[in-house]
């Protein structure tokens, strides 16, 4: 138990230092079409998921590099646990953004920045309470849906369809 907790104190830190940086690196780079795709390009919704995505998808590639480098194995359910963690910690920040909103009329940033770090330990809760269960999707299913996602953050950061969760409510 010890064990997991430093591994989600390290986890939790490491996705939100990264995914806090992430927000940042678009305008650090001067509008540098390829940090946009794995960076928040302007202010909707849709743009501030990659600061989750992206970190967790990184620490998974980390630490399946990690236990192959010290032949150690990963939980026997560890990626589709983990991809039922980024999508959970995903919807929770779309569904808590909106949430707030509707109840309070207004938007408030610190409520934005706690709700993104509420997002990150709702996702990793979940990849937890999942790691050691047998779950509905295998693998494949999991690394499909991860390479969706990502091909869907690369897209729609250049072709946002015309829905609410991509418009940028900074633009003019």
Known sequence: MATTNKLNFFRFFFISILGVLLHFTYEWSNDNPAVGLFS????????HLKLIFFPMLLLTMME????HIKDKPLPEHYLPARTVGILSGMAFIVVGFYTLNGVLGRNYEFLNIALYF???????????????????????????????????????????????????????
């Open 40 to 47: 928040a390009v302007n202010e909707s919704t849709w743009e």
């Open 64 to 67: 399946f590099l990690w236990a």
């Open 118 to 172: 509420a997002g990150v330990v709702y996702a990793l809760r979940a990849e937890n309470r999942l790691e050691s269960r047998q779950m509905c999707i295998n693998d494949y299913v999991s690394t499909t849906i991860l390479a969706i996602l990502a091909v869907a953050f690369f897209a729609f950061t250049n072709y946002p369809p015309e829905l609410g969760v991509f418009a940028d409510p900074t633009a003019d």
